[in-house]
């Protein structure tokens, strides 16, 4: 199972928005609405942000939001502030019964 | 509180063997199911194996199928990981994760990590 492509690095400015995109296949995200997203500053452990595509768990901003598309899926981050920037990994679950994630993406707030 | 706490991480010789072990708190252990995700220095985020909750099941990911087993004693809230033939390849953080519910493919509580290092 490869792994989900995102891009390596964004970045953006304080107060503005910002969407990081994880592209997967037909046996993947385009097969299950079992799309996560996951926050990880250095050093710690990930952080969940979003699960089945959409849904934020409770405590997290509604800055966050996630979307789908075909065989891809988005995170959205409006409004960015200064502790946004981490390292940012989408995960799908698969046909296999596996999951997959993405190789991550690093987002600079400029 | 909630909470995962990892253990048994250190150094080990390629072909040598290792178990970790991931002890749960503040949550009915038996009905979640738990992960293993591993990451290399420097790396990205791989799913190693999960242990259903409901069910038993177990999977692996095929760069440790056969190599790894991962296994749950529900009576001492814990899960393991017995990790053999171990390769330089397999050094990373390991850490142990808690389903969102039942056997969802979803994280939402992570232990700390316990570091793996294979070296001669």
């Known amino acids: 199972q490869s792994a989900l492509t995102q891009p390596a690095s964004v970045s953006e400015s304080p107060g503005q928005s910002i969407t990081i995109s994880c592209t997967g296949t037909s046996t993947d995200i385009g097969a299950y609405n079992y799309v996560s997203w996951y926050q990880q500053h250095p050093g710690k452990a990930p952080k969940l942000m979003i699960y089945d595509v959409s849904n934020r768990p409770s405590g997290i901003s509604n800055r966050f939001s996630g979307s789908k598309s075909g065989n891809a899926a988005s995170l959205t981050i409006s409004g960015l502030q200064a502790e946004d920037e981490a390292d940012y990994y989408c995960?799908?679950?698969?046909?296999?019964?596996?999951?997959?994630f993405g190789g991550g993406t690093k987002l600079t707030v400029l | 509180e909630v909470q995962l706490l990892e253990s048994g991480g250190g150094l080990v010789q390629p072909g040598g063997s290792l178990r970790l072990s991931c002890v749960a708190s503040?949550?009915?252990?038996?009905?979640?199911?738990i992960s293993w995700v591993r990451q290399a220095p420097g790396r990205g985020l791989e799913w190693v194996s999960t242990f259903s909750g409901t069910g038993g099941g177990t999977n692996y990911a095929d760069s440790v199928k056969g190599r790894f087993t991962i296994s749950r004693d529900n009576s001492k809230n814990t899960v393991y990981l017995q990790m053999n033939s171990l390769r330089a390849e397999d050094t990373a953080v390991f850490y142990c994760?808690?389903?969102?519910?039942?056997?969802?493919?979803?994280?939402?509580?992570w232990g700390q990590g316990t570091l793996v290092t294979v070296s001669s």
């Open positions: 994760a808690k389903a969102v519910r039942d056997n969802h493919p979803t994280f939402d509580i």
């Open positions: 995960s799908s679950y698969t046909s296999s019964g596996t999951l997959v």
């Open positions: 503040g949550f009915t252990f038996s009905n979640y199911g």
